[in-house]
Structures are given as structure tokens and as C-alpha cells.
């Protein structure tokens, strides 16, 4: 009889223990970046890409290229690719196995699935910004209204399929921007 409320001492334990590791909030967390903090919050997993930009950006200049579109993929449409096909993760610092990747020569954006948003919070510097979108129709718009009419889009042509080549939707776009395999 006497014994019952001991009984529940190691339920209470578990509960203090519980209680004590809960996820901290979003605001607190410290596995992601912060970009909206100066200096910016960086967690040791984010990789630096401000050399990786700055070698892109001077081939877009010497190209005359406004904007340059890294896939995710191979030359076979692969969806787990090689280490030297492995483009979008050099430029960005995020490994995932699906996003895509717009550089302009002011701007760095991914955009990737829900699967990957805590995964590319914590690899990417405040270099880029993160696009919580799927699907070429976000990058489209979002590249219409970054460069100028008239401007030139760059991309490999060897990792974009007939099915999937919305370097095209950009051309067929009014006004129209020029589309320049590189
Ligand atoms: C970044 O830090 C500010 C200030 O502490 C906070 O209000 C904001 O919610 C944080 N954002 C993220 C994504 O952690
Ligand atoms: C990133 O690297 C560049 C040089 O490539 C350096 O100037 C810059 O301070 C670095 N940024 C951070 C946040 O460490
Ligand atoms: C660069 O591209 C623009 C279109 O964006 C064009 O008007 C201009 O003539 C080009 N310049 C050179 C040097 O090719």
C-alpha cells in the first residue's frame, strides 16, 4: 500500500529527463545558420563558398552570362552521382541529392524539397538563399525577375534532358532571355 508513490519515482525521472533535452525552439537552435543576425550565425557544418562564387562569377563575366544554372544531376540524368559530377554541392555546400542552383552575379539561390530544408540550413553559408519550392516554375519566375530582358542564361547542356529543359520556358518567356549553352 505504502509503496505506491515510489512507484512512479522512475517515471518522474524520465519525465525530468524528457523535460531537459526538448528541441529548443527554432530561434535557439544552433545547427543552423542565421542569417538574419549580424555577424551571421554559422554552425561548424556550414561550408564557405565565397571562392567558389567569386571563380564562378568571373567565367559569367568573361561569358557575358547574367545568371548560371547548376542541376543536381549527370550526364545521365543520374539521381546518386560521382564525386566529379558532384557541381551543385561544390558551388553550394549542400550534399543533398536534390536541388537545383541559380548564380547571378548578385545573388546565389537553391532550391530544394522539404526533405532537405534543415539539412541545407546547416551546410549553406549566408551566401545563398534557400527556396523552399520544387519544380522548374519557381526557378523560371524567380530567375525572369532577377535578370534583364534581354540577359543571358548559362547552363551545361549535357545535364539537362529534352523532358526537363527549362532553359527552354526561359526563352519562350515574354520579353524574351537569351539561353547560352556554355
Ligand atoms: C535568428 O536570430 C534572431 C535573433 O536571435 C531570431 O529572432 C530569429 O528567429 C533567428 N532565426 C533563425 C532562423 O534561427
Ligand atoms: C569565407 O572565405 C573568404 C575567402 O575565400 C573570406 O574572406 C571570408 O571571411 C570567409 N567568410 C567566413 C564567414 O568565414
Ligand atoms: C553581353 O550581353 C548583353 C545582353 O545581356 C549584350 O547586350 C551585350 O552586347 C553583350 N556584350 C558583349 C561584350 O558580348
Redesign the pocket.
Given at each position: 500500500m505504502a509503496r505506491a508513490p515510489w512507484g512512479c519515482y522512475p517515471w518522474l525521472v524520465l519525465l525530468c529527463a524528457c523535460a531537459w533535452g526538448r528541441p529548443k525552439s527554432?530561434?535557439l537552435?544552433e545547427d543552423?545558420r542565421?542569417c538574419?543576425?549580424s555577424p551571421p550565425?554559422l554552425p561548424v557544418t556550414v561550408v564557405n563558398t565565397t571562392a567558389q562564387l567569386t571563380a564562378l562569377r568571373q567565367q559569367m563575366h568573361t561569358q557575358n552570362v547574367s545568371a548560371y544554372i547548376v542541376p543536381d544531376t549527370d550526364a545521365h540524368m543520374s539521381e546518386y552521382i560521382g564525386d566529379y559530377d558532384k557541381r551543385r554541392a561544390w558551388i553550394t555546400g549542400f550534399t543533398g541529392s536534390a536541388g537545383i542552383a541559380v548564380v547571378t552575379m548578385g545573388k546565389a539561390a537553391l532550391w530544394t524539397d522539404s526533405r532537405y530544408w534543415t539539412q541545407a540550413e546547416r551546410q549553406m553559408d549566408c551566401n545563398w538563399e534557400l527556396h523552399k519550392e520544387v519544380g522548374t516554375t519557381p526557378v523560371v519566375t524567380w530567375l525572369l525577375t532577377e535578370i534583364p530582358v534581354g540577359g543571358r542564361v548559362g547552363f551545361d547542356p549535357f545535364l539537362f534532358s529534352i523532358s526537363m529543359f527549362f532553359p527552354q520556358s526561359l526563352r519562350l518567356s515574354t520579353p524574351t532571355r537569351e539561353i547560352q549553352p556554355q
Open positions: 527554432l530561434d537552435r543552423v542565421n538574419s543576425i550565425y
